[in-house]
């Protein structure tokens, strides 16, 4: 322990004197480190510790996770992690990379606006659609690209987390009472014994990568205009070989808290491009419970370790993050919900906007049609087909796919929108079928516009996943709408906010805030 506080004796030393040279310093202090801004850099000092998971307690290991953390970090955000650098000793003073005795390791990164965060972007209000979709992009070019491992994750890690949860938010009955956190600990583990064989079959299937492990929203920052991922764990390899829905629930999660369940359900739909990846949204809830989970006893241990002042909102923010936890481990049971229209009706703005409030968190799964075509043609959707992808046989190719993913997430608990034309009775029948096979309420609604509404609407579209053109609408009108199609019909020619709430009122929604 003497030793320890010797070396954060030094380590003091040496922020004083990073901090000043220049004016513009600026200190940063977390549990792990210190970040001194200076300057076009920044610099991060491993503070000597150890606490089991955490081991920082010697000069050659913190050089060590210091280079791990660059190695690390350069695969989502190399322009910002530049090198590691040594403080060496420089007689009574330090010297950055001199010839003396090294006193200390830093991580050099390059410096970037605060404000640029996603955390201080929400909450100005800076973050759009548009903006979480790339992210959502880069998230998944990231895991796609991840080291596979087949030691990590699955049942052992989620119960270890499971475990740790428990006896941290035990521990601090004060913050978060018994009467939360005992049944949030039972019914985690119940989760956990029950999807045991999902998430051995998702480590076996090379779903559990090495991943970011930290992926929330003050850890993303607009780089150059780009969503970038920085600040992965570094420090212990079990934290970072986890499942990728799980390092995506972070991110899920935190949107979710900050009241965007709405861009939370945007990156999930966006994220997963991968139909075998749906039955693992089984799991989805637990993943987002143990995240939730972390963030209480984190919260609920640090509570005694901030000023006085601070102390009754951590409090709260401890009891809010158990409070959903145990709310994650009783989703509201899944549902199928079908919207049909001729192209320019509104389909998929409807289908967004109910998505957040249906089912398990973040909300249903978008399964457009559009979206689909692009998937099977392996191009991203905005880009745009040849008329040969709109043969009949690609529609039934599309249309039996739509089907398949639905059928995949239905039985993962999760709820579905299908999002198509369904201009044909056999395209609709197969939807309410499948609602019945998996034994889950369905609803249908049919969108009507008038013609001139929906040649301006498709007139006016830039980068969307569908390639309906004038002239399509134009061949759809010619054949008319289906007269006899049996679902709720939805007046779209006007104000398309009227339609969502008229939709969401026969679908038992309360009124979005």
């Known amino acids: 322990m003497t030793d320890l506080a010797a070396q954060r004796a030094e380590q003091e030393r040496i922020v004083t004197w990073l901090m000043a040279r220049g004016d513009d310093a600026e200190r940063h202090d977390t549990h792990a480190s210190t970040v001194v801004l200076l300057g076009e850099r920044a610099y991060k000092l491993k ?32 322009d910002l992690y ?20 090294v006193a200390e390791w830093l991580l050099m990164m390059r410096r970037f606006d605060q404000a640029e965060r996603f955390d201080k972007l929400l909450a100005a209000g ?39 949860n428990a006896r941290d938010l035990a521990a601090a009955p004060s913050v978060v009472p018994a009467d939360l956190a005992a049944p949030l600990a039972e019914r985690t583990a119940a989760a956990v014994r029950r999807l045991a064989p999902l998430l051995e079959a998702r480590r076996q299937a090379g779903f559990v990568r090495r991943c970011h492990g930290d992926l929330h ?94 102390r009754a909102a951590l409090a709260e923010e401890a009891r809010d993050y158990a409070r959903r936890a145990l709310d994650y481990l009783a989703p509201p049971p899944p549902r199928l919900v079908a919207v049909g229209g001729l192209s320019g009706s509104g389909k998929s703005t409807l289908a967004r906007a109910l998505a957040p409030s249906l089912g398990a968190a973040p909300g249903a799964l978008l399964v457009r049609s559009d979206v689909i075509r692009k998937r099977l043609f392996g191009v991203a959707p905005e880009v745009r087909l040849p008329d040969a992808a709109y043969a009949p046989e690609w529609h039934a190719k599309v249309a039996a796919t739509m089907l398949e993913q639905a059928r995949a997430a239905l039985a993962a608990g999760h709820a579905v929108i299908l999002d198509a034309v369904h201009g044909h009775p056999e395209g609709r029948a197969a939807a309410e079928a499948l609602a019945r096979e998996a034994g889950v309420a369905f609803a249908g609604f049919w969108l009507d516009a008038p013609a001139e509404t929906l040649v301006a609407r498709v007139a006016a579209r830039q980068g969307d996943a569908s390639d309906a053109t004038v002239e399509v ?28 709430t008229e939709a969401r009122a026969a679908l038992g929604l309360p009124d979005a805030a």
Not at 479 to 489: N, Q
């Open 126 to 164: 800076g973050l759009t659609p548009a903006l979480m979709q790339r992210l959502a992009d880069r998230v998944a070019a990231f895991h796609a690209a991840a080291e596979v491992s087949r030691d990590g994750g699955g049942r052992a890690l989620a119960a270890k987390v499971a475990a740790e």
């Open 47 to 78: 503070r000597a510790l150890d606490v089991g998971w955490m081991d920082f307690s010697t000069l050659e290991k913190r050089e060590a996770v210091c280079r791990n953390e660059l190695l690390l970090n350069r695969r989502t955000a190399p």
């Open 217 to 310: 929203l003050a850890n993303i920052v607009r780089w150059q205009g780009e969503p970038t991922l920085y600040d992965c764990i570094e420090f212990n390899e079990a934290f970072v070989t986890i499942d990728l829905l799980y390092d995506l629930a972070f991110l899920l999660m935190d949107l979710e808290r900050h009241g965007r369940r709405d861009y939370a359900n945007l990156v999930l739909n966006r994220w997963l491009d991968d139909a075998a990846q749906l039955p693992g949204l089984a799991a989805l809830p637990l993943f987002l419970s143990l995240r939730a989970g972390v963030r209480a006893k984190v919260a609920a241990l640090g509570v005694h370790e901030v000023p006085e002042r601070r």
């Open 473 to 500: 609408v134009r061949r759809q009108l010619s054949g008319g709408p289906p007269s006899d199609h049996g679902w709720r019909p939805l007046a779209a020619g006007g104000d398309l906010a009227a339609v969502v």
């Open 82 to 101: 530049l090198d590691v650098v040594a403080v060496t000793r420089q007689g009574d003073s330090y010297a950055l990379g001199g010839d003396g005795a």
